[in-house]
């Protein structure tokens, strides 16, 4: 069984006004994605590290070799209130058997 991908593989972080743990990022990511296959709008976080709103923007950004759909996270930790924005990247698709359609064969 392989290990899971890293999490800086599974999305790109654009903007956050405060540092990102990997237990962070992963909730974000998991949400990002659920939100991406299942074509909502936003969901509620909620845990240990953080709860929050994530939404789902429904574009996509290009930044050189890196691209996917992009989100927006309104978020509060132990570190306080903050913003992050991030895209899901081809690799954090795929790491769950999502293909984009304009990359399948």
Do not use: C
């Amino acid at each position: 069984m392989s290990e899971p991908a890293p999490y800086w593989q599974l999305l790109s972080v654009l903007f956050s006004s405060f540092p990102l743990t990997s237990d962070l990022a992963m909730t974000l990511y998991e949400a990002a994605f659920d939100l991406h296959t299942n074509d909502k709008t936003s969901t509620r976080v909620a845990g240990d590290v953080l709860s929050g709103t994530v939404r789902n923007l429904k574009k996509h950004a290009l930044l050189g070799t890196i691209g996917g759909p992009t989100f927006e996270a309104e978020v509060e930790t132990d570190r306080g209130k903050g913003t992050v924005r991030f895209l899901l990247t081809r690799e954090g698709l795929k790491s769950r058997g999502h293909v984009p359609k304009h990359l399948r064969n």
